[in-house]
């Protein structure tokens, strides 16, 4: 499956942004997705997951209560809408597959949107 996120920007503190995930290639419904973020200099992180139904979703406690992930199966997609952003948010957003379960390494990586959040 091929995978490409948009949506990043610059945004002030407090602010939001929405990122899609477009995919390609194999059935998407078939594929639990995740967002994975990269801060400079340090490790990519999990940031958030939905099952391949929907019906799941899973948050990293830094984002809990400020981003949410969606998707809709129609038309090969997942978001990540992501409130009350703050600097240390800023990172390179990355879509993520998983060819099995949430929790294991994804299978499948988009190339990466910036974000940047300005205090």
């Known amino acids: 499956v091929q995978l490409q996120a948009s949506g990043g920007g610059l945004v002030q503190a407090g602010g939001s942004l929405r990122l899609s995930c477009a995919a390609s290639?194999?059935?998407?419904?078939?594929?639990?997705m995740g967002w994975f973020r990269q801060a400079p200099g340090k490790e990519r992180e999990f940031v958030a997951a939905i099952s391949w139904s929907g019906s799941s979703t899973y948050y990293a406690d830094s984002v809990k209560g400020r981003f949410t992930i969606s998707r809709d199966n129609a038309k090969n997609t997942v978001h990540l809408q992501m409130s009350s952003l703050k600097p240390e948010d800023t990172a390179v957003y990355y879509c993520?597959?998983?060819?099995?379960?949430?929790?294991?390494?994804?299978?499948?990586w988009g190339k990466g949107t910036l974000v940047t959040v300005s205090s």
């Open positions: 290639g194999r059935t998407f419904s078939s594929f639990a």
């Open positions: 993520a597959a998983y060819e099995f379960a949430i929790g294991t390494m994804p299978d499948y």
